[in-house]
């Protein structure tokens, strides 16, 4: 029978036959699969593993320093930190058409990745979070004709764009490969990973930015992150995080009227979506209790300048689908 323990010595046994001395790449995103990945290499061959986190500024509120905390500072695995956000704002700025802004992120990333690695390489691995569903529809790997190995020609990162230069053409260790995500989180969880990584709610790559509906600003960036804040917050402290697949605000660039005190506000919506699903495929909208829907909007309106009304989104998927872009 498969347990969690015997896997975790078959992958370090693996993992320490097959790279030896030589150095491994891993790019960190924060979801369950990099940093279980990122824990189990680390056991494996310690200081030979490198795990880089690309920041694109497009994280929520204090996510990459929550992330570097719990890496370096709680678990004494070393990260190093790219912040990259001035770039990739640049990158997109005035685009306002969903898959440009995508394709744009993604390309931007495979840049800096690039970058990153000849300043920190050379290396001759590339670890992959690649799970059995995505061995299945490998069309991101191309099995290198001389050693049969699976080698990368993309990398996995949310950012299904681009492929990788020919000279970054990467060996692969993919030890989750015989994985499902159930497993995956079994994994996690007997190798410590804390609960709050192991049960985070699935997070676009291109993060906040395709939550922004229209132009990508600082300032709206300010303002979404402030105010998805407060919805995690709220659903933490009324401990209903668990019951939502996903649960989230999105910024609309179109203002309203309101009234504040004695004046007019003239002010951004923020559309508050929480939804249940299975896998992401189908979804519907959570009947959030009245209480915890006036709390959200109430402590938005107050707290996020910027913001002057909340709207709840009833439509499940399809006909709609969970983001906004
Ligand atoms: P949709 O909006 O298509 O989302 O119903 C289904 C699931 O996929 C996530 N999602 C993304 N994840 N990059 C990602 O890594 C993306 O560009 C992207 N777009 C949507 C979404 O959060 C949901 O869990």
Redesign the pocket.
Known sequence: TWTTEAFVEEVIREVRAKVGEKRVLLALSGGVDSSTLAFLLHRAIGNKLTCMFIDQGFMRKGEPERLVEIFDHQFHIPVEYVNARERFINKIENITDPEEK?RRIGHEFIQVFEEESNRLGPFDYLAQGTLYPDVIESADTNVDPQTGERVAVKIKS?HNVGGLPKNLRFKLVEPLRKLFKDEVRKVARSIGLPEEIVRRH?????GLA?RIIGEVTSERLNILRDADFVVRDEITKQGMYHDFW?AFAVLLPIRSVGVMGDRRTYAHPVVLRCISSED?MT?DWSRVPYDLLETISNRIVNEVKGVNRVVYDITS?PPG???WE
Not at 202 to 206: A, K, M, T
């Open positions: 995508r949310h699935p997070f676009p790559g291109p395709i996903q992401g979804a998927k689908t969970i983001e």
